[in-house]
């Protein structure tokens, strides 16, 4: 926890960055170099977005290969990806999709995630996802298939406050059960983003507005059971002036230090 | 049914809408593993579109603002006719890939000339990236300059008039990315 809340002293008040891994895969040689100049400021951890760590079919080694040579670069105190699968039959999807809540998908990701540490030494945390559907053949409640996967896979969580909530709303579930039911244990990172609504009044999780005030008040309920040691605010889109960013991460930084959670 | 047949008819539906209709239209099968869950097997497939889009449109800004709502009516058009990208560069690909599919509607005359030369400015550091590029050399009808301010302030390439342009694209050495200059030609 404390190796990750160093500010800087003559920088903004941000503690360490998460990148998106893929943007810097395969990338030019002006990209990498702004990945150098991150470095020299910031702890900094790849959060990736491909590997497809729940497909059945196993792991790409083309990608795994570019993954672990970042990883080792950057050598962070840990990295991510997402419980999740993104491709199958050999097509990629192009975006997350969830696993069923079964033995067998437990399985898959701890035999993928084994095949992972054969190439990247450092930990691997996991981050739960929003899902459009319950995948047929989940035969498990939700927080027992989180506790088998973070068990059998020797992982850590990453837990998305937002996405939680999204699920909760999206699919009428109790948030109060889910917390006492879930590993809480497990948790080594927080992300928190506002939520947009869709027409048909789905919540939908594009990273692109303000931190909502149902996730603050999520936020503080996890903070209060959890010891992450730190969490990301995920705004990607629609990116408002600089202070009102850092008025989020400040927010967050003092609800966390209300629970002694960090420095 | 197993992980590999879920995961394989989920991708399976998600991405081909043909296959979608088709299954979906039958009466409830074994074969379908998703019966009871169409409504949401199509809201997943919209997303996927939507992202896909939204991404694109950040790629090429000028030709997103130019072509306004028929720029998503375009793209969903595309989207139903080729095979989504694959790869880490699939994003770029997709761009690429689209503009294409535009050139095609241009020279069919359902779009202006000038968009021509706003995909070929706007494609052209997706290619630089793909290929490594350090620099390249395109020549336009259109003075590209002229025609990002005229899209840029009036949303419109009207009035426009044609100007041969040699247009260098370089990669800067000081890692900000990729820089344009632009050289009348006559």
């Known amino acids: 926890m404390n190796s990750l809340v160093e500010p800087n002293s003559d920088g903004p008040k941000v503690d360490f960055l998460e990148i998106t891994a893929d943007h810097y895969l395969d990338a030019p040689r002006w990209k990498l170099a702004e990945l150098d100049a991150l470095r020299e400021r910031f702890i900094l951890i790849p959060h990736a977005l491909d590997l497809?760590?729940?497909s059945a079919e196993g792991i790409k080694d083309a990608y795994l290969d570019k993954l672990a040579a970042l990883v080792e670069l950057l050598d962070p105190p840990f990295w991510s990806e997402h419980l999740a699968f993104t491709k199958a039959g050999s097509r990629e999807l192009g975006h997350l999709a969830p696993l069923p809540f079964s033995i067998e998908a437990v399985d898959a990701v701890a035999r993928n995630v084994e095949f992972v540490r054969r190439s990247i030494r450092q930990p691997l945390i996991l981050e739960n996802i929003t899902c459009d559907l319950i995948m047929p053949g989940s035969h498990l409640p939700e927080t027992v298939f989180l506790e088998e996967v973070f068990s059998a896979a020797d992982c850590g969580w990453l837990l998305d406050v937002t996405n939680l909530h999204i699920n909760s709303r999206n699919h009428d579930r109790s948030i109060s059960d889910f917390l006492d039911e879930a590993p809480l244990e497990r948790?080594?990172?927080?992300h928190y983003v506002g939520f947009s609504c869709s027409k048909d009044g789905r919540l939908i999780d594009n990273h692109g507005v303000a931190v909502n005030e149902e996730v603050w008040q999520l936020m503080e309920r996890v903070l209060k059971r959890t010891s992450p040691k730190g969490a990301i605010l995920e705004r990607d889109q629609n990116l408002p002036d600089f202070p009102e960013i850092i008025g989020e991460v400040e927010k967050a930084r003092n609800l966390g230090?209300?629970?002694?959670?960090?420095? | 049914m197993g992980l590999t047949e879920i995961q394989e008819q989920?991708?399976?539906?998600?991405?081909?809408?043909?296959?979608?209709?088709?299954?979906?239209s039958q009466n409830p099968t074994e074969e379908n593993l998703f019966n009871s869950l169409e409504a949401e097997i199509a809201i997943t497939a919209r997303s996927l579109i939507s992202k896909r889009m939204g991404i694109v449109a950040n790629q090429l800004p000028?030709?997103?603002?130019?072509?306004?709502?028929?720029?998503?009516?375009?793209?969903r058009e595309y989207a139903q006719i080729g095979k989504e990208p694959q790869g880490v560069n699939r994003h770029r690909l997709d761009s690429i890939r689209f503009a294409r599919h535009l050139v095609r509607e241009i020279r069919a005359g359902k779009l202006p000339r000038p968009l021509g030369t706003l995909l070929v400015h706007e494609t052209s550091p997706l290619h630089m990236w793909m290929k490594r590029k350090r620099f390249v050399i395109r020549f336009c009808r259109y003075d590209p300059g002229a025609l990002q301010q005229l899209v840029r302030t009036t949303g419109?390439?009207?009035?426009?008039?044609?100007?041969?342009?040699?247009?260098?694209?370089?990669e800067c050495r000081s890692g900000q990315g990729y820089r344009w200059s632009t050289f009348p030609v006559g």
């Open chain 1, 52 to 54: 497809s760590l729940g």
């Open chain 1, 187 to 190: 948790v080594v990172q927080l």
């Open chain 1, 257 to 263: 230090k209300e629970f002694g959670r960090w420095g």
């Open chain 2, 10 to 24: 989920f991708v399976h539906l998600a991405l081909d809408s043909s296959f979608r209709e088709r299954l979906f």
């Open chain 2, 62 to 75: 000028l030709t997103r603002k130019l072509l306004g709502d028929e720029f998503g009516r375009k793209f």
């Open chain 2, 156 to 170: 419109s390439v009207d009035g426009v008039s044609g100007c041969l342009t040699f247009v260098i694209w370089r």
